[in-house]
């Protein structure tokens, strides 16, 4: 439907306070994204601009270059899903056709069928809801919409690990069967990675990587071995982190290697690193 | 086909180790159906491109092709391709490190030939 999504030199200030600094981003559509952030990072109000929810101080978003704010064409399209509690008193099926009523391609089957896989239950008032159960409502909602460009804040926050198992599998399915982009903003990195195509993190209101997860991860490389050869290995090479057992030293090295590198890096081990472990070195505090 | 995934690796590539590791081990046969990405992805929850990623991957080296619409099949002769793959990577796989090993413990040649000899039938 639509082909890519531009944020153009984007800025937020909120009173004194600049959130977002001068950010361009580029998304192809039809991806499963993973955006990753710490807290204050700017991560959901990146995600508000993209929503239309805030208006950026300057820049634009644009999706085929066409703005989204205030466009109603483009707003019923894109959904953004938080895990807030409502103080709603309309039941929870009446709730969601509501706002459904604003969305073109909703699914009613589909709703009421995750409905039962969540055991949500129709006929209560929304805001008797449960954490868990009002982390399952906003989740219906945000599937069933079948949004070209859906947003997912981490909305699982209120669900236990069974529930959350259960919303990545509908993810998946439904990305499979309706194609769409889908944007998954969370802390559970290691729980979430193996459904991200691509990655994009968000350090201190700037975007610090956008990329394949495969390209990204391919980065990281931890190197193990007797000190001084892991040592004369890694000289001229950034080095993320290093840990001495003995008289085995590993490093975290990043920066790809090539072909002739690892060649050399024989009776080393070599390994790669998890996402989790290039997120919290690539964002943390200068000491 | 493992249950899990680890850390050493990237995804798309144990995705094609384990095809790989079941055709070896006889689990899929030459024109055989491999799984297909939707049970793979309701199996292990990873993005669909990641297993395409690992798919394409097979097909490029020859090992799986596509029939379009139906599915991905073990290529004629794909035991044999990984087969002989496997037997050059051996030596430098097992044989390496056991010597190596071996040199460490201070083992003779002897030794080593005995053990092998223990498992002859």
Known sequence: MYNVIQFEDVSLQLKNKQILKNISLSLETNKIYGLLGRNGAGKTSLLSL????AQATSGRVAID?????????LMENIIFIRDIKLDESEKVWKYIKQTAAFRPNFDEDYAKALMQRFRLPEDVAVSSLSR???SAMHVVIGLASRCAITIFDEAYLGMDAPARVKFYEEVLNDYMEHPRTIILSTHLISEMESMFEGVIIIDQGEIVINEDLDTFTSRGVSVTGPIEEVDAFTIGKTVLKEQVLGNTKQAMVY?????????RANGLQLAQITLQELFIHLTKEES | MRLTFDDTKPIFQQIAEMIEDDIVNGVLKDGDQIPSTNQLVAHYKINPATILKGF????????VYKKRGVGMFVADGAFEMLRNRRISQFQQQYIEPLIAEAKKL???KEEIQKMFDSYER
Do not use: H, R, W
């Open chain 1, 50 to 53: 993209l929503a239309s929810f």
């Open chain 1, 65 to 73: 270059g066409v703005s989204v704010f205030e466009n109603e064409n």
């Open chain 1, 132 to 134: 868990g159960m009002m």
């Open chain 1, 255 to 263: 920066g790809q290697l090539s072909e002739e590198e690892k060649q």
């Open chain 2, 56 to 63: 394409n991957q097979l097909v490029d080296s020859g090992i």
């Open chain 2, 106 to 108: 201070g083992m003779t």
